[in-house]
């Protein structure tokens, strides 16, 4: 989460677009540091960037460090370029291996989501033997590898669904269809994560004997 965060805010910097600011983890804010702000729960991550489809600006505003008024290439490239730095951290830790793994991700957080009670017990009884059996860099580089590309995965508030409605909108800072079709791009992505913290719940629940 920290790298994937700090390596978007640091593209952003270097592309001239405004940041707003960078949250690390969920919840309730324990530090603020200037624009950083470090959450309760290690969870997840956030980062604001200056964008007219979020908040309004002055009429004189140029806009020219607005995300959405980016050149496409920008819009599609920033928010792959944390998931795009984890992966290449982690498959040069894994090596080949680590390839077949980061492709057969995508099926298993699909199918583990629609069988959260059996397939999803199995992946994660897998994960965790893979993490008793072997080192920190190896576990790092193999969950990094998942959480890539559950993120790369085309839904609302997530990399990959970003990319493909910045690419949706050939570059245009705004379109009056994008808010429509992110909330139904939201939606599977929500149930994915629903299930899987559900199938996690469980998995724990049974791993102590409840």
């Given amino acids: 989460m920290f790298i994937h965060v700090s390596v978007m805010a640091a593209c952003a910097r270097l592309s001239g677009i405004t940041?707003?600011?960078?949250?690390?983890?969920?919840?309730?804010?324990?530090?603020?540091?200037?624009?950083?702000?470090?959450?309760?729960?290690?969870?997840?991550?956030?980062?604001?960037?200056?964008?007219?489809?979020?908040?309004?600006?002055?009429d004189d505003d140029p806009c020219l460090d607005a995300y959405n008024f980016q050149p496409l290439w920008k819009q599609v490239l920033l928010p792959l370029s944390g998931v795009g730095l984890l992966l290449a951290l982690s498959l040069g830790i894994m090596g080949a291996s680590g390839w077949d793994s980061f492709v057969a991700a995508f099926g298993q957080i699909v199918h583990g989501a629609l069988a959260p009670l059996?397939?999803?017990?199995?992946?994660?009884?897998?994960?965790?033997a893979f993490a008793r059996t072997h080192g920190f860099a190896l576990v790092f580089a193999l969950f990094s590898l998942k959480l890539c590309a559950l993120n790369l995965l085309p839904f609302a508030g997530l990399n990959g669904g970003q990319a493909l409605l910045a690419i949706a909108r050939g570059g245009k800072p705004y379109v009056?269809?994008?808010?429509?079709?992110?909330?139904?791009?939201?939606?599977?992505?929500?149930?994915?994560?629903?299930?899987?913290?559900?199938?996690?719940?469980?998995?724990?629940?049974?791993?102590l004997g409840l």
């Fill in 19 to 58: 940041v707003r600011s960078v949250s690390y983890g969920v919840g309730p804010t324990v530090l603020t540091w200037g624009k950083v702000h470090v959450k309760l729960l290690p969870l997840a991550g956030s980062l604001v960037l200056k964008d007219t489809r979020e908040e309004e600006l002055y």
């Fill in 118 to 128: 059996s397939t999803a017990q199995e992946l994660l009884g897998n994960g965790e």
């Fill in 176 to 207: 009056t269809w994008e808010e429509t079709a992110a909330k139904w791009l939201l939606l599977p992505g929500l149930a994915i994560l629903l299930a899987w913290a559900a199938a996690l719940a469980v998995y724990c629940w049974r791993a």
